[in-house]
């Protein structure tokens, strides 16, 4: 199977960005990590950080239309905000899993509500930089279970 791993705004400064909130691990080492995993599940990865919403959903549609097979998706802030991100991964066949570093719901009120989490086939929150190799595993016992 062949995922994608979708990053939005303010993720390319993991590392220097709040680390009492998101740690130092910079986002070139969570995909490193990632596609170590992705390896060993004999899964293909790819990858992609925006910090601009339309690029995110022009990729949303490309994957979409190259047939791929899950998505871990991180849209930072746009998570809170974006209707047309939730539309474009309304129009995906294959399931994507949502991820957050921090843990939304200790944070401020307006972090508690996701624009995604409702169509989502699982949601990661708080378990740091680590959510995105479980949401990996995730998206590969998934595609198991499809054939
Ligand atoms: C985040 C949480 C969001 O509320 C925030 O806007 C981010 C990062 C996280 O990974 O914890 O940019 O998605």
């Known amino acids: 199977p062949s995922f994608a791993v979708l990053n939005g705004p303010n993720l390319n400064l993991l590392g220097q960005r709040e680390p009492a909130t998101y740690g130092r691990t910079t986002l070139a080492e969570i995909g490193k990590?990632?596609?170590t995993v992705a390896s060993e599940l004999d899964c293909e990865l790819?990858?992609?950080?925006?910090?601009?919403?339309?690029?995110?959903?022009?990729?949303?549609?490309?994957?979409?239309?190259?047939g791929t097979d899950g998505l871990v998706v991180?849209?930072?802030?746009?998570t809170h905000t974006s209707i047309a991100i939730r539309d474009a991964l309304s129009t995906l066949d294959a399931p994507f899993v949502e991820v957050h570093i921090s843990n939304v719901h200790a944070r401020e009120g307006f972090r508690a509500h996701s624009y995604l989490s409702d169509i989502a086939a699982g949601v990661i929150v708080g378990c740091g930089v680590q959510g995105y190799e479980l949401a990996v595993r995730r998206l590969s016992a998934l595609a198991g279970q499809h054939g």
Not at 51 to 65: F, K, M, P, T
Not at 74 to 78: C, D, H, I, M
């Open 74 to 78: 991180n849209a930072g802030a746009y």
């Open 33 to 35: 990590s990632c596609a």
């Open 46 to 66: 790819s990858w992609f950080q925006s910090n601009h919403e339309g690029a995110l959903v022009d990729e949303i549609q490309r994957l979409a239309s190259d």
